[in-house]
């Protein structure tokens, strides 16, 4: 009798983590990547051919000011995303290709903050700073304005 | 001669210590420079063991064991960048290079300072960040003025560099520089010392065509043009004794093509060289070139072969004053990429030398070196 409700909680349990793996592949089914700023940003549009010059240490200027592009350390699946969907590069060949440009003409690399909070913040800082985050934390948060949307699941 | 002994130890002694204060002081600030900061710090570290063997000529074998620092700094704000390149190793500690910038706009750059000559293909992608080149060695056309390179790698002057997009996404890059080249002293090329202006040297002008059929990728192909006039330092070595000047005129066609896993880069350079002696001058025409091919067996893992040839350099007077400079070499090597930037690579070469008139110096080489990048 133990045995079977001990065999009935366990199927209980991979249930529910099933179920719990679904949601969160429907959640992420919909999500998307979008290109932001601060909400009170100049910057207004930005070219996906721009954005990707930004990222890969070419200067861009909008509106007589210096595009500041910034990373996000800690959220790996959406660094994943932006580097296959928008770089289309490896993570090891964008870092190279990153040092190249700093080491043969001096341009900065794209500024690495730890979270979404801490992007959020150096955006509010710098107008002229863009960053990327999932479409649905960018929807929820006023400071930050969704400029374009960079990848959509489909 | 105890006393000099004593000074270049004493002076050695004082660049390992400088080496040292600067990779802690850069390390530190690379902890600091990742968030806002127009400051930027890159440390290349490397270690090179190599071991030459020879069947005909046991006075060319040997082996050594080299030690390489190399420190980069750069600042950036919207219409001004600068960067510092200073190199440390167990034979040499110099400021490499030392540039300001004026960004006039996007596509428009006008440098100053001391910088790496623009029509050195390799040069200009490498630099001294050893991490960054698939191969331990450089082909002996891109070896270092100091290191018997024929061409001068260094200028001091002014770079003015440009971008022309098209509307396809491709680009040309026009790039035009001049400054002090560097002078003939004993047996190799010496680059214009900013802490002796006085030194005599003359004038180097350069330029460089590149066309990238995508403006984003590293594809490339380019001409390159130059125009050196060295000045000599006749009593520094009895073979230039006569030598009053030299004109050195070069034309050069390099490509970086990458074709999924497989990498091509070569640089094919023509010479036309007046040696001006006291009883008239000496017209002089070679030609050095190499291909290098890669090939990424997975991520981690890359393959590659060099091949250095030239025409004409047998018998050219010019080549027989650097006899340390390599005109045929044909290498293997593997590269194992592991852990964070961090790089394993060996290397084995059948190399000859220019050595004097009579013969080339033959010998087998085999190198081993570990290369990291902080930042």
Known sequence: ?154 | MKSRRKMAHRCRWRAAVLAKILLLATLALSQISRAESPHDVLVFLSVEGVDMFSASDPTLEGSDVHPIADFLYTYNSDRFRFLAEYIWSDSEAEMERLQAAWVIDDETTLWFGRFHTISNYWTTEYHHGQYMQTSISRPGLEEWEDESGPMPSHVTGAWFEHEFALENQSAFDLGLSAGLAPKFEGEQLMPFDVLDPASGHDMAVSGRLVYRPDILSLNQIGLTVSHNDIAVVSESSPALTELNAIRQVTLGLFTNWQWEKWRLSSNWVYFDIDMQYVSGTVNDEFFLGYIQAEYEVSEDWTVFGRTEFGDSEDDSIYLSLLPAVVAHRQMLGVRWDFAVRHGLTLEIADTSRQADSVGHDSFKEARLQWSTVFR
């Open chain 1, 1 to 154: 009798m133990e045995h079977c409700i001990s065999v009935r909680t366990r199927g209980l349990q991979l249930s529910l983590l099933l179920a719990m793996a679904l949601s969160m592949t429907a959640a992420w089914a919909n999500d998307a990547v979008v290109l932001v700023t601060s909400s009170d940003s100049p910057i207004t549009d930005i070219s996906s051919l721009d954005t990707r010059k930004a990222y890969l240490g070419i200067f861009v200027t909008i509106a007589g000011n210096t595009v500041r592009p910034v990373r996000q350390r800690d959220d790996s699946r959406l660094n994943q995303v932006f580097l296959q969907s928008v770089i289309a590069m490896s993570q090891r060949s964008y870092e190279r290709r990153l040092l190249s440009m700093m080491l043969k003409y001096g341009t900065p690399r794209p500024a690495e903050v730890r979270d979404r909070e801490a992007l959020i913040e150096m955006l509010e800082r710098n107008p002229h700073a863009i960053g990327y985050m999932w479409e649905s934390d960018a929807e929820s948060d006023r400071r930050v304005r969704k400029v374009k949307v960079l990848w959509q699941e489909h």
